[in-house]
Nanobody, 126 residues
Framework: QVQLVESGGGLVQAGGSLRLSCAAS????????MGWFRQAPGKEREFVAS????????NYADSVKGRFTISIDNATKKVYLQMNSLEPEDTAVYFC???????????????????WGRGTQVTVSS
């Protein structure tokens, strides 16, 4: 059973930065892909960014390209989402997700992921 625990959320002003972390209890980590998704009140959960464990494949939603960066530290088995130039529209609960046997891909669909964390709140004030 894979456990994912997010941290790093908080309140930030527009234009500011936050770094989210996800501690992943995975064993054979190289076979996993990791993703970040977000859900704003009244909206569906949406894709933000994903990466193969090696980092060889990455994928970003158009709305965050150039502002957000996903990275994975294999030594600590932590997944990071560096968020810069934050906008009020980025306000949401952010979820970390994992899928095994991803064939080195970086999936972007919610239904492709088998494991989910509980989320961390990010609020961007204008």
């Amino acid at each position: 059973q894979v456990q994912l625990v997010e941290s790093g959320g908080g309140l930030v002003q527009a234009g500011g930065s936050l770094r989210l972390s996800c501690a992943a209890s995975v064993r054979t980590s190289s076979s996993y892909a990791m993703g970040w998704f977000r859900q704003a009140p009244g909206k569906e959960r949406e894709f933000v960014a994903s990466s193969s464990w090696s980092g060889g494949s990455t994928n970003y939603a158009d709305s965050v390209k150039g502002r957000f960066t996903i990275s994975i530290d294999n030594a600590t088995k932590k997944v990071y989402l560096q968020m810069n130039s934050l906008e009020p529209e980025d306000t949401a609960v952010y979820f970390c997700a994992a899928v095994e046997n991803s064939n080195w891909r970086a999936p972007s669909q919610t239904n492709e992921y088998a494991y989910w964390g509980r989320g961390t709140q990010v609020t961007v004030s204008s």
